[in-house]
């Protein structure tokens, strides 16, 4: 069964810290990763995607690794901002389809506290 | 931020009456979804479209229906809202990706949905 799972479920770090979510993914075949960033009440917004030859990549602050060997991903985010407080999703699409299936994790909820 | 918008935001509604949720996109995008999404739970598909005149089921299974008359626009109904119907509801749209690698997809602002 294809399933994305993510950790930890929720995280308080202070403002300025560094921190660390994790997704292990069980889906195959595997076509690319993404983590997507989601304001409350807003819709998730892409923040970076691999595919399977990549094994890290950046945007600002934001560094997603991928061991697809492992099928786990982790994304890193540097001197957090209390902008950063919101739920991080990690995304699986799956390449065995037309539809690029993608498969959702329940997302990483994230509070930066001043 | 993606040209892809979603009306109405939120939206409180009584037992039995028909809703229809907005969804337009001006990036000429041919594939639209709609998913579901609880607090703190995935995003589940519920409904797809590959292009004009085309829609499909997704995972989830929904008493919704959808239609797609213009590329533009994918709007999603319930006949008889019910309060089990109470959700967020996304919707997205993706370029025809070539080969079997998904296209990014780019998401509104989704519409919360109360129904009492």
């Known amino acids: 069964k294809n399933q994305v799972e993510q950790s930890p479920q929720s995280l308080i770090i202070l403002e300025g810290k560094n921190c660390t979510l994790q997704?292990?993914?069980?889906?195959?075949?595997?076509?690319?990763l993404r983590w997507y960033k989601q304001d409350t009440g807003r819709g998730p917004v892409s923040l970076t995607i691999?595919?399977?030859?990549?094994n890290t990549k950046s945007n600002g602050r934001y560094t997603a690794t991928l061991d697809a060997d492992t099928k786990q991903s982790s994304l890193h985010i540097t001197a957090s901002q209390l902008s950063d407080s919101a739920s991080y999703i990690c995304?699986?699409?799956?390449?065995?389809?037309?539809?690029?299936?993608?498969?959702f994790g329940r997302g990483t909820q994230l509070t930066v506290w001043p | 931020e993606a040209d892809i918008y979603q009306t109405p935001r939120y939206l409180v509604i009584g037992t039995g009456k028909k809703i229809t949720l907005e969804c337009s996109q001006t990036?000429?995008?041919?594939?639209m979804y709609w998913y579901q999404q609880d607090p703190g739970m995935e995003l589940h598909l519920i409904h797809y479209?590959?292009?004009?005149?085309?829609?499909e089921k997704g995972d989830l299974s929904s008493e919704s229906t959808v239609s797609r008359i213009r590329t533009e626009h994918f709007p999603l109904t319930l006949e008889s809202a019910r309060p089990s119907h109470t959700s967020q509801y996304l919707c997205?749209?993706?370029?025809?990706?070539?080969?079997?690698?998904?296209?990014?997809?780019?998401f509104g602002p989704g519409t919360r949905l109360t129904v009492t």
């Open positions: 691999m595919t399977f030859s990549e």
């Open positions: 990036m000429g995008h041919d594939k």
């Open positions: 479209s590959y292009g004009v005149n085309s829609t």
């Open positions: 997704c292990n993914y069980t889906v195959s075949p595997f076509s690319n």
């Open positions: 997205a749209s993706s370029e025809s990706a070539s080969g079997r690698a998904a296209a990014e997809q780019y």
């Open positions: 995304v699986v699409s799956d390449r065995g389809s037309t539809l690029g299936r993608l498969y």
